[in-house]
C-alpha cells in the first residue's frame, strides 16, 4: 500500500471537505472536525472513515454531538481504489500483518488529520480553536495526542494532560495502578 499517497489523498479530501462546509454554510459556526466511525473486523476488513462536523463548542468532559454528513467526503471512485487496496494490505496473512496494517492506517490518518488542521488555520479557513480529530473508542487517547498539540489537549481534553504529576496536584500512583496499566496483578 501506498501509505503517503494515501496519506495525501485523506489529507486533500478533509481540507476540501471542510472548506466546502465553510464555503457553503458561512452561518454555521463549525468548533471541529472528525474522521470517525472506523469499521473493521480483526483480520478482514477496516474501511474508511466517515467525517464529521461539531457545531457546537467542545468542552471539557462534555460529549459532543457529532453531525456525520450522508454525503461521501471522497470520490465513490476514490473510496473504492482505496478500500480496495487497505483491504488487500490488512487481510491473506498473519493475525500480526492485520494489527502492523491497522496501526499504519491510523497513524496516517492521524498525519492527514493535523495536516488537515494546519492547512485549514493556515489559509484562515477555520479559527484559532478549530481542532480536527481522529476518533476511535479504542484508541482514544493515542490518537488525540498523536492529532492534538499538547495546548489543545489540556483546553479539550484535561483528564489526558500529560504535564507532571507534581504540577496537577495529583498523587503519585499506587503499585496497584502501575501494575494495571502493564496488566499485572497487583498482588504479586
Given at each position: 500500500?501506498?501509505?503517503?499517497?494515501?496519506?495525501?489523498?485523506?489529507?486533500?479530501?478533509?481540507?476540501?471537505?471542510?472548506g466546502?462546509?465553510?464555503?457553503?454554510?458561512?452561518?454555521?459556526?463549525?468548533?471541529?472536525?472528525?474522521?470517525?466511525?472506523?469499521?473493521?473486523?480483526?483480520?478482514?476488513?477496516?474501511?474508511?472513515?466517515?467525517?464529521?462536523?461539531?457545531?457546537?463548542p467542545?468542552?471539557?468532559?462534555?460529549?459532543?454531538?457529532?453531525?456525520?454528513?450522508?454525503?461521501?467526503?471522497?470520490?465513490?471512485?476514490?473510496?473504492?481504489?482505496?478500500?480496495?487496496?487497505?483491504?488487500?494490505?490488512?487481510?491473506?496473512?498473519?493475525?500480526?500483518?492485520?494489527?502492523?496494517?491497522?496501526?499504519?492506517?491510523?497513524?496516517?490518518?492521524?498525519?492527514?488529520c493535523?495536516?488537515?488542521?494546519?492547512?485549514?488555520?493556515?489559509?484562515?479557513?477555520?479559527?484559532?480553536?478549530?481542532?480536527?480529530?481522529?476518533?476511535?473508542?479504542?484508541?482514544?487517547e493515542?490518537?488525540?495526542?498523536?492529532?492534538?498539540?499538547?495546548?489543545?489537549?489540556?483546553?479539550?481534553?484535561?483528564?489526558?494532560?500529560?504535564?507532571?504529576?507534581?504540577?496537577?496536584?495529583?498523587?503519585?500512583?499506587?503499585?496497584?495502578?502501575?501494575?494495571?496499566?502493564?496488566?499485572?496483578?497487583?498482588?504479586?
Open positions: 500500500m501506498e501509505w503517503e499517497e494515501f496519506e495525501a489523498v485523506v489529507y486533500d479530501a478533509l481540507v476540501e471537505s471542510v466546502t462546509a465553510f464555503r457553503e454554510r458561512p452561518d454555521e459556526r463549525f468548533y471541529a472536525a472528525a474522521l470517525g466511525r472506523i469499521h473493521r473486523k480483526p483480520g478482514g476488513v477496516i474501511a474508511l472513515p466517515s467525517l464529521a462536523l461539531a457545531t457546537e467542545l468542552a471539557p468532559r462534555t460529549p459532543v454531538n457529532w453531525v456525520y454528513s450522508g454525503t461521501p467526503w471522497m470520490s465513490p471512485d476514490t473510496v473504492k481504489r482505496w478500500q480496495a487496496m487497505l483491504f488487500a494490505e490488512a487481510t491473506g496473512g498473519s493475525p500480526r500483518r492485520w494489527e502492523t496494517a491497522l496501526e499504519r492506517y491510523l497513524a496516517t490518518l492521524a498525519r492527514a493535523k495536516g488537515a488542521r494546519h492547512t485549514l488555520r493556515a489559509h484562515r479557513i477555520t479559527g484559532r480553536d478549530f481542532v480536527v480529530l481522529l476518533l476511535d473508542d479504542q484508541f482514544r493515542s490518537l488525540i495526542r498523536q492529532v492534538l498539540p499538547v495546548s489543545d489537549i489540556r483546553r479539550l481534553f484535561p483528564e489526558l494532560d500529560a504535564r507532571p504529576v507534581a504540577l496537577t496536584g495529583s498523587s503519585r500512583p499506587t503499585h496497584a495502578e502501575r501494575a494495571s496499566m502493564w496488566g499485572q496483578d497487583s498482588s504479586s
